[in-house]
T-cell receptor
């Protein structure tokens, strides 16, 4: 059974800092891994999708890396802004029927 | 392009009542799934479907039924609501090609309270 751990559980930083969110998973037999953002009381918004054959994916100030063999992914956020405050979730998709498993998330607060 | 639409957004049920949570997507996605999100437990998969007429159980299927008569719709039925089913429910969809899923899209959720 896939298990996903996200560290840290919560993070508070001043505006402008660069930061890294970590995700580890136990089963490396994945098709891809997706990072999501969730604002309080809202649904999940897709940020980045990394295919199992890729090492990293970039979108604006976000960069996600994937090391499938070691079961790790990181989400790098450059020049953080208060609008980045949210919970960030990672979800590897296993080869078994394409099911996603979610971590508990990292709750980020960016202070002005 | 509406994406994934869930209705209702909020619902209060009495113990023992039944109801159906609706989910519709307009992206012609084969793969659809239902999750529940509870504090401290993350998102857990309830049921999923890889296409019309095909459904399967996820991690926490007890107390829920699903059917997939069309590609667009994937309703979740609570047979006899219990307080333990108080949660936020999310529906998701993605393309599935050769068993591989592409980017998943989520609805805005249904907040269900069972009293």
């Amino acid at each position: 059974k896939q298990e996903v751990t996200q560290i840290p559980a919560a993070l508070s930083v001043p505006e402008g800092e660069n930061l890294v969110l970590n995700c580890s998973f136990t089963d490396s037999a994945i098709y891809n891994l997706q990072w999501f953002r969730q604002d309080p009381g809202k649904g999940l918004t897709s940020l980045l999708l990394i295919q199992s054959s890729q090492r990293e994916q970039t979108s604006g100030r976000l960069n996600a890396s994937l090391d499938k063999s070691s079961g790790r992914s990181t989400l790098y956020i450059a020049a953080s802004q208060p609008g980045d405050s949210a919970t960030y979730l990672c979800a590897p998709v296993n080869t078994n029927a394409g099911k996603s498993t979610f971590g508990d998330g990292t709750t980020l607060t960016v202070k002005p | 392009n509406a994406g994934v639409t869930q209705t209702p957004k909020f619902q209060v049920l009495k113990t023992g009542q039944s109801m159906t949570l609706q989910c519709a997507q307009d992206m012609n996605h084969e793969y659809m799934s239902w999750y529940r999100q509870d504090p401290g437990m993350g998102l857990r998969l309830i049921h999923y479907s890889v296409g019309a007429g095909i459904t399967d159980q996820g991690e926490v299927p007890n107390g829920y039924n699903v059917s997939r008569s069309t590609t667009e719709d994937f309703p979740l039925r609570l047979l006899s609501a219990a307080p333990s089913q108080t949660s936020v429910y999310f529906c998701a969809s993605s393309l599935q090609t050769g068993g591989k899923n592409t980017e998943a899209f989520f609805g805005q959720g249904t907040r269900l309270t069972v009293v």
